[in-house]
């Protein structure tokens, strides 16, 4: 409205991946590796009356939020009967919608990736750590992890250089297929058979100090400054055109 530059991507696009299952569903359709997912509306319950096999372990998410919020070990849970009742307290307690995800146990790796008006560029897989354990098997980076900092980074490439380089050109495609802008990043589950599956999309990262892009940056030698004016640079970039 009164064009002051704005240092994220565009209001729809954020919208959008905001909403898990839309993203979901759409990358679904573009071939991209995506957990099989099913969603609950608290006003309707599963919608296309479609809900997980009985058996299966999935992780439930509310379906609009981000940094780990609503998310505990209990969240991971094997469908039955009686899950449905845990989903609509879940609901009720956020009062949004749940996306129920076929749970990933093994890796878990976050991407960043940088997106100016003419190119885009990820940066290396950072493995997450927890208590010194690269691989977190049914752990996941909950909201009480996440939030006091009970986690350390690593660079996935000790793991597997392969996989690492093919995740570093998938999050470049992924990100430039959803619209995002000057910084975003890409997580990942990794299974035992190294496939990766996407879990989350952020279009505004964090960037403090003990999250991943400052990891990264130190990675390179370079200071929290330079994650500042990396960003201040992408956003710029974008008034050429």
Same mark, same amino acid.
């Given at each position: ?5 704005? %240092? ?13 299952? =839309? ?5 679904? +359709? ?17 919608? $296309? ?19 780990? /919020?609503?998310? !505990? =070990?209990?969240?991971?849970?094997? #469908? ?36 100016? $008006?003419? @190119? ?7 493995? /997450?750590?927890? +208590? ?16 006091? =900092? ?6 996935? =490439?000790?793991?597997?250089? @392969?996989?690492? $380089? ?5 999050? +470049? *495609? ?5 619209? /995002? &802008? ?13 496939? %990766?599956?996407? !879990? ?8 403090? &100090?003990?999250?991943?892009?400052? #990891? +990264?940056?130190? @990675?390179?030698?370079?200071?929290? !400054?330079?994650?500042? *004016? ?12």
């Amino acid at each position: 409205l009164h064009n002051i530059l704005c %240092a994220s991507s565009d209001p729809y696009t954020v919208s959008f991946a905001r909403n898990k299952f =839309h993203w979901y569903c759409f990358l679904k +359709e573009m071939g991209f590796p995506i957990c099989p997912s099913w969603y609950f509306s608290k006003r309707n319950g599963w919608i $296309a009356k479609k809900c997980p096999p009985i058996g299966e372990t999935v992780i439930l998410k509310v379906n609009s939020e981000s940094s780990s /919020i609503g998310l !505990t =070990h209990s969240n991971i849970v094997e #469908y039955n009967l009686t899950t449905d009742a845990l989903i609509v307290e879940m609901s009720k307690k956020f009062n949004q919608d749940v996306i129920v995800e076929k749970f990933i146990s093994g890796f878990e790796t976050e991407v960043p990736v940088l997106i100016s $008006a003419t @190119e885009c560029c990820s940066l290396f897989p950072a493995g /997450i750590s927890v +208590e010194n354990n690269k691989c977190l098997g049914n752990r996941i980076l909950d909201y009480d992890i996440r939030g006091n =900092h009970k986690f350390n980074h690593y660079n996935f =490439h000790e793991i597997s250089p @392969e996989l690492a $380089a093919s995740l570093e050109y998938l999050t +470049e *495609d992924i990100a430039t297929a959803i619209g /995002i &802008k000057n910084m975003g990043r890409i997580d990942y589950r990794i299974d035992s058979m190294d496939n %990766a599956y996407i !879990t989350d999309i952020a279009t505004n990262p964090h960037i403090t &100090k003990s999250m991943t892009f400052y #990891y +990264e940056y130190q @990675e390179f030698g370079l200071t929290y !400054t330079d994650v500042l *004016d990396t960003l201040i640079g992408l956003t710029l970039s974008w008034e050429s055109l």
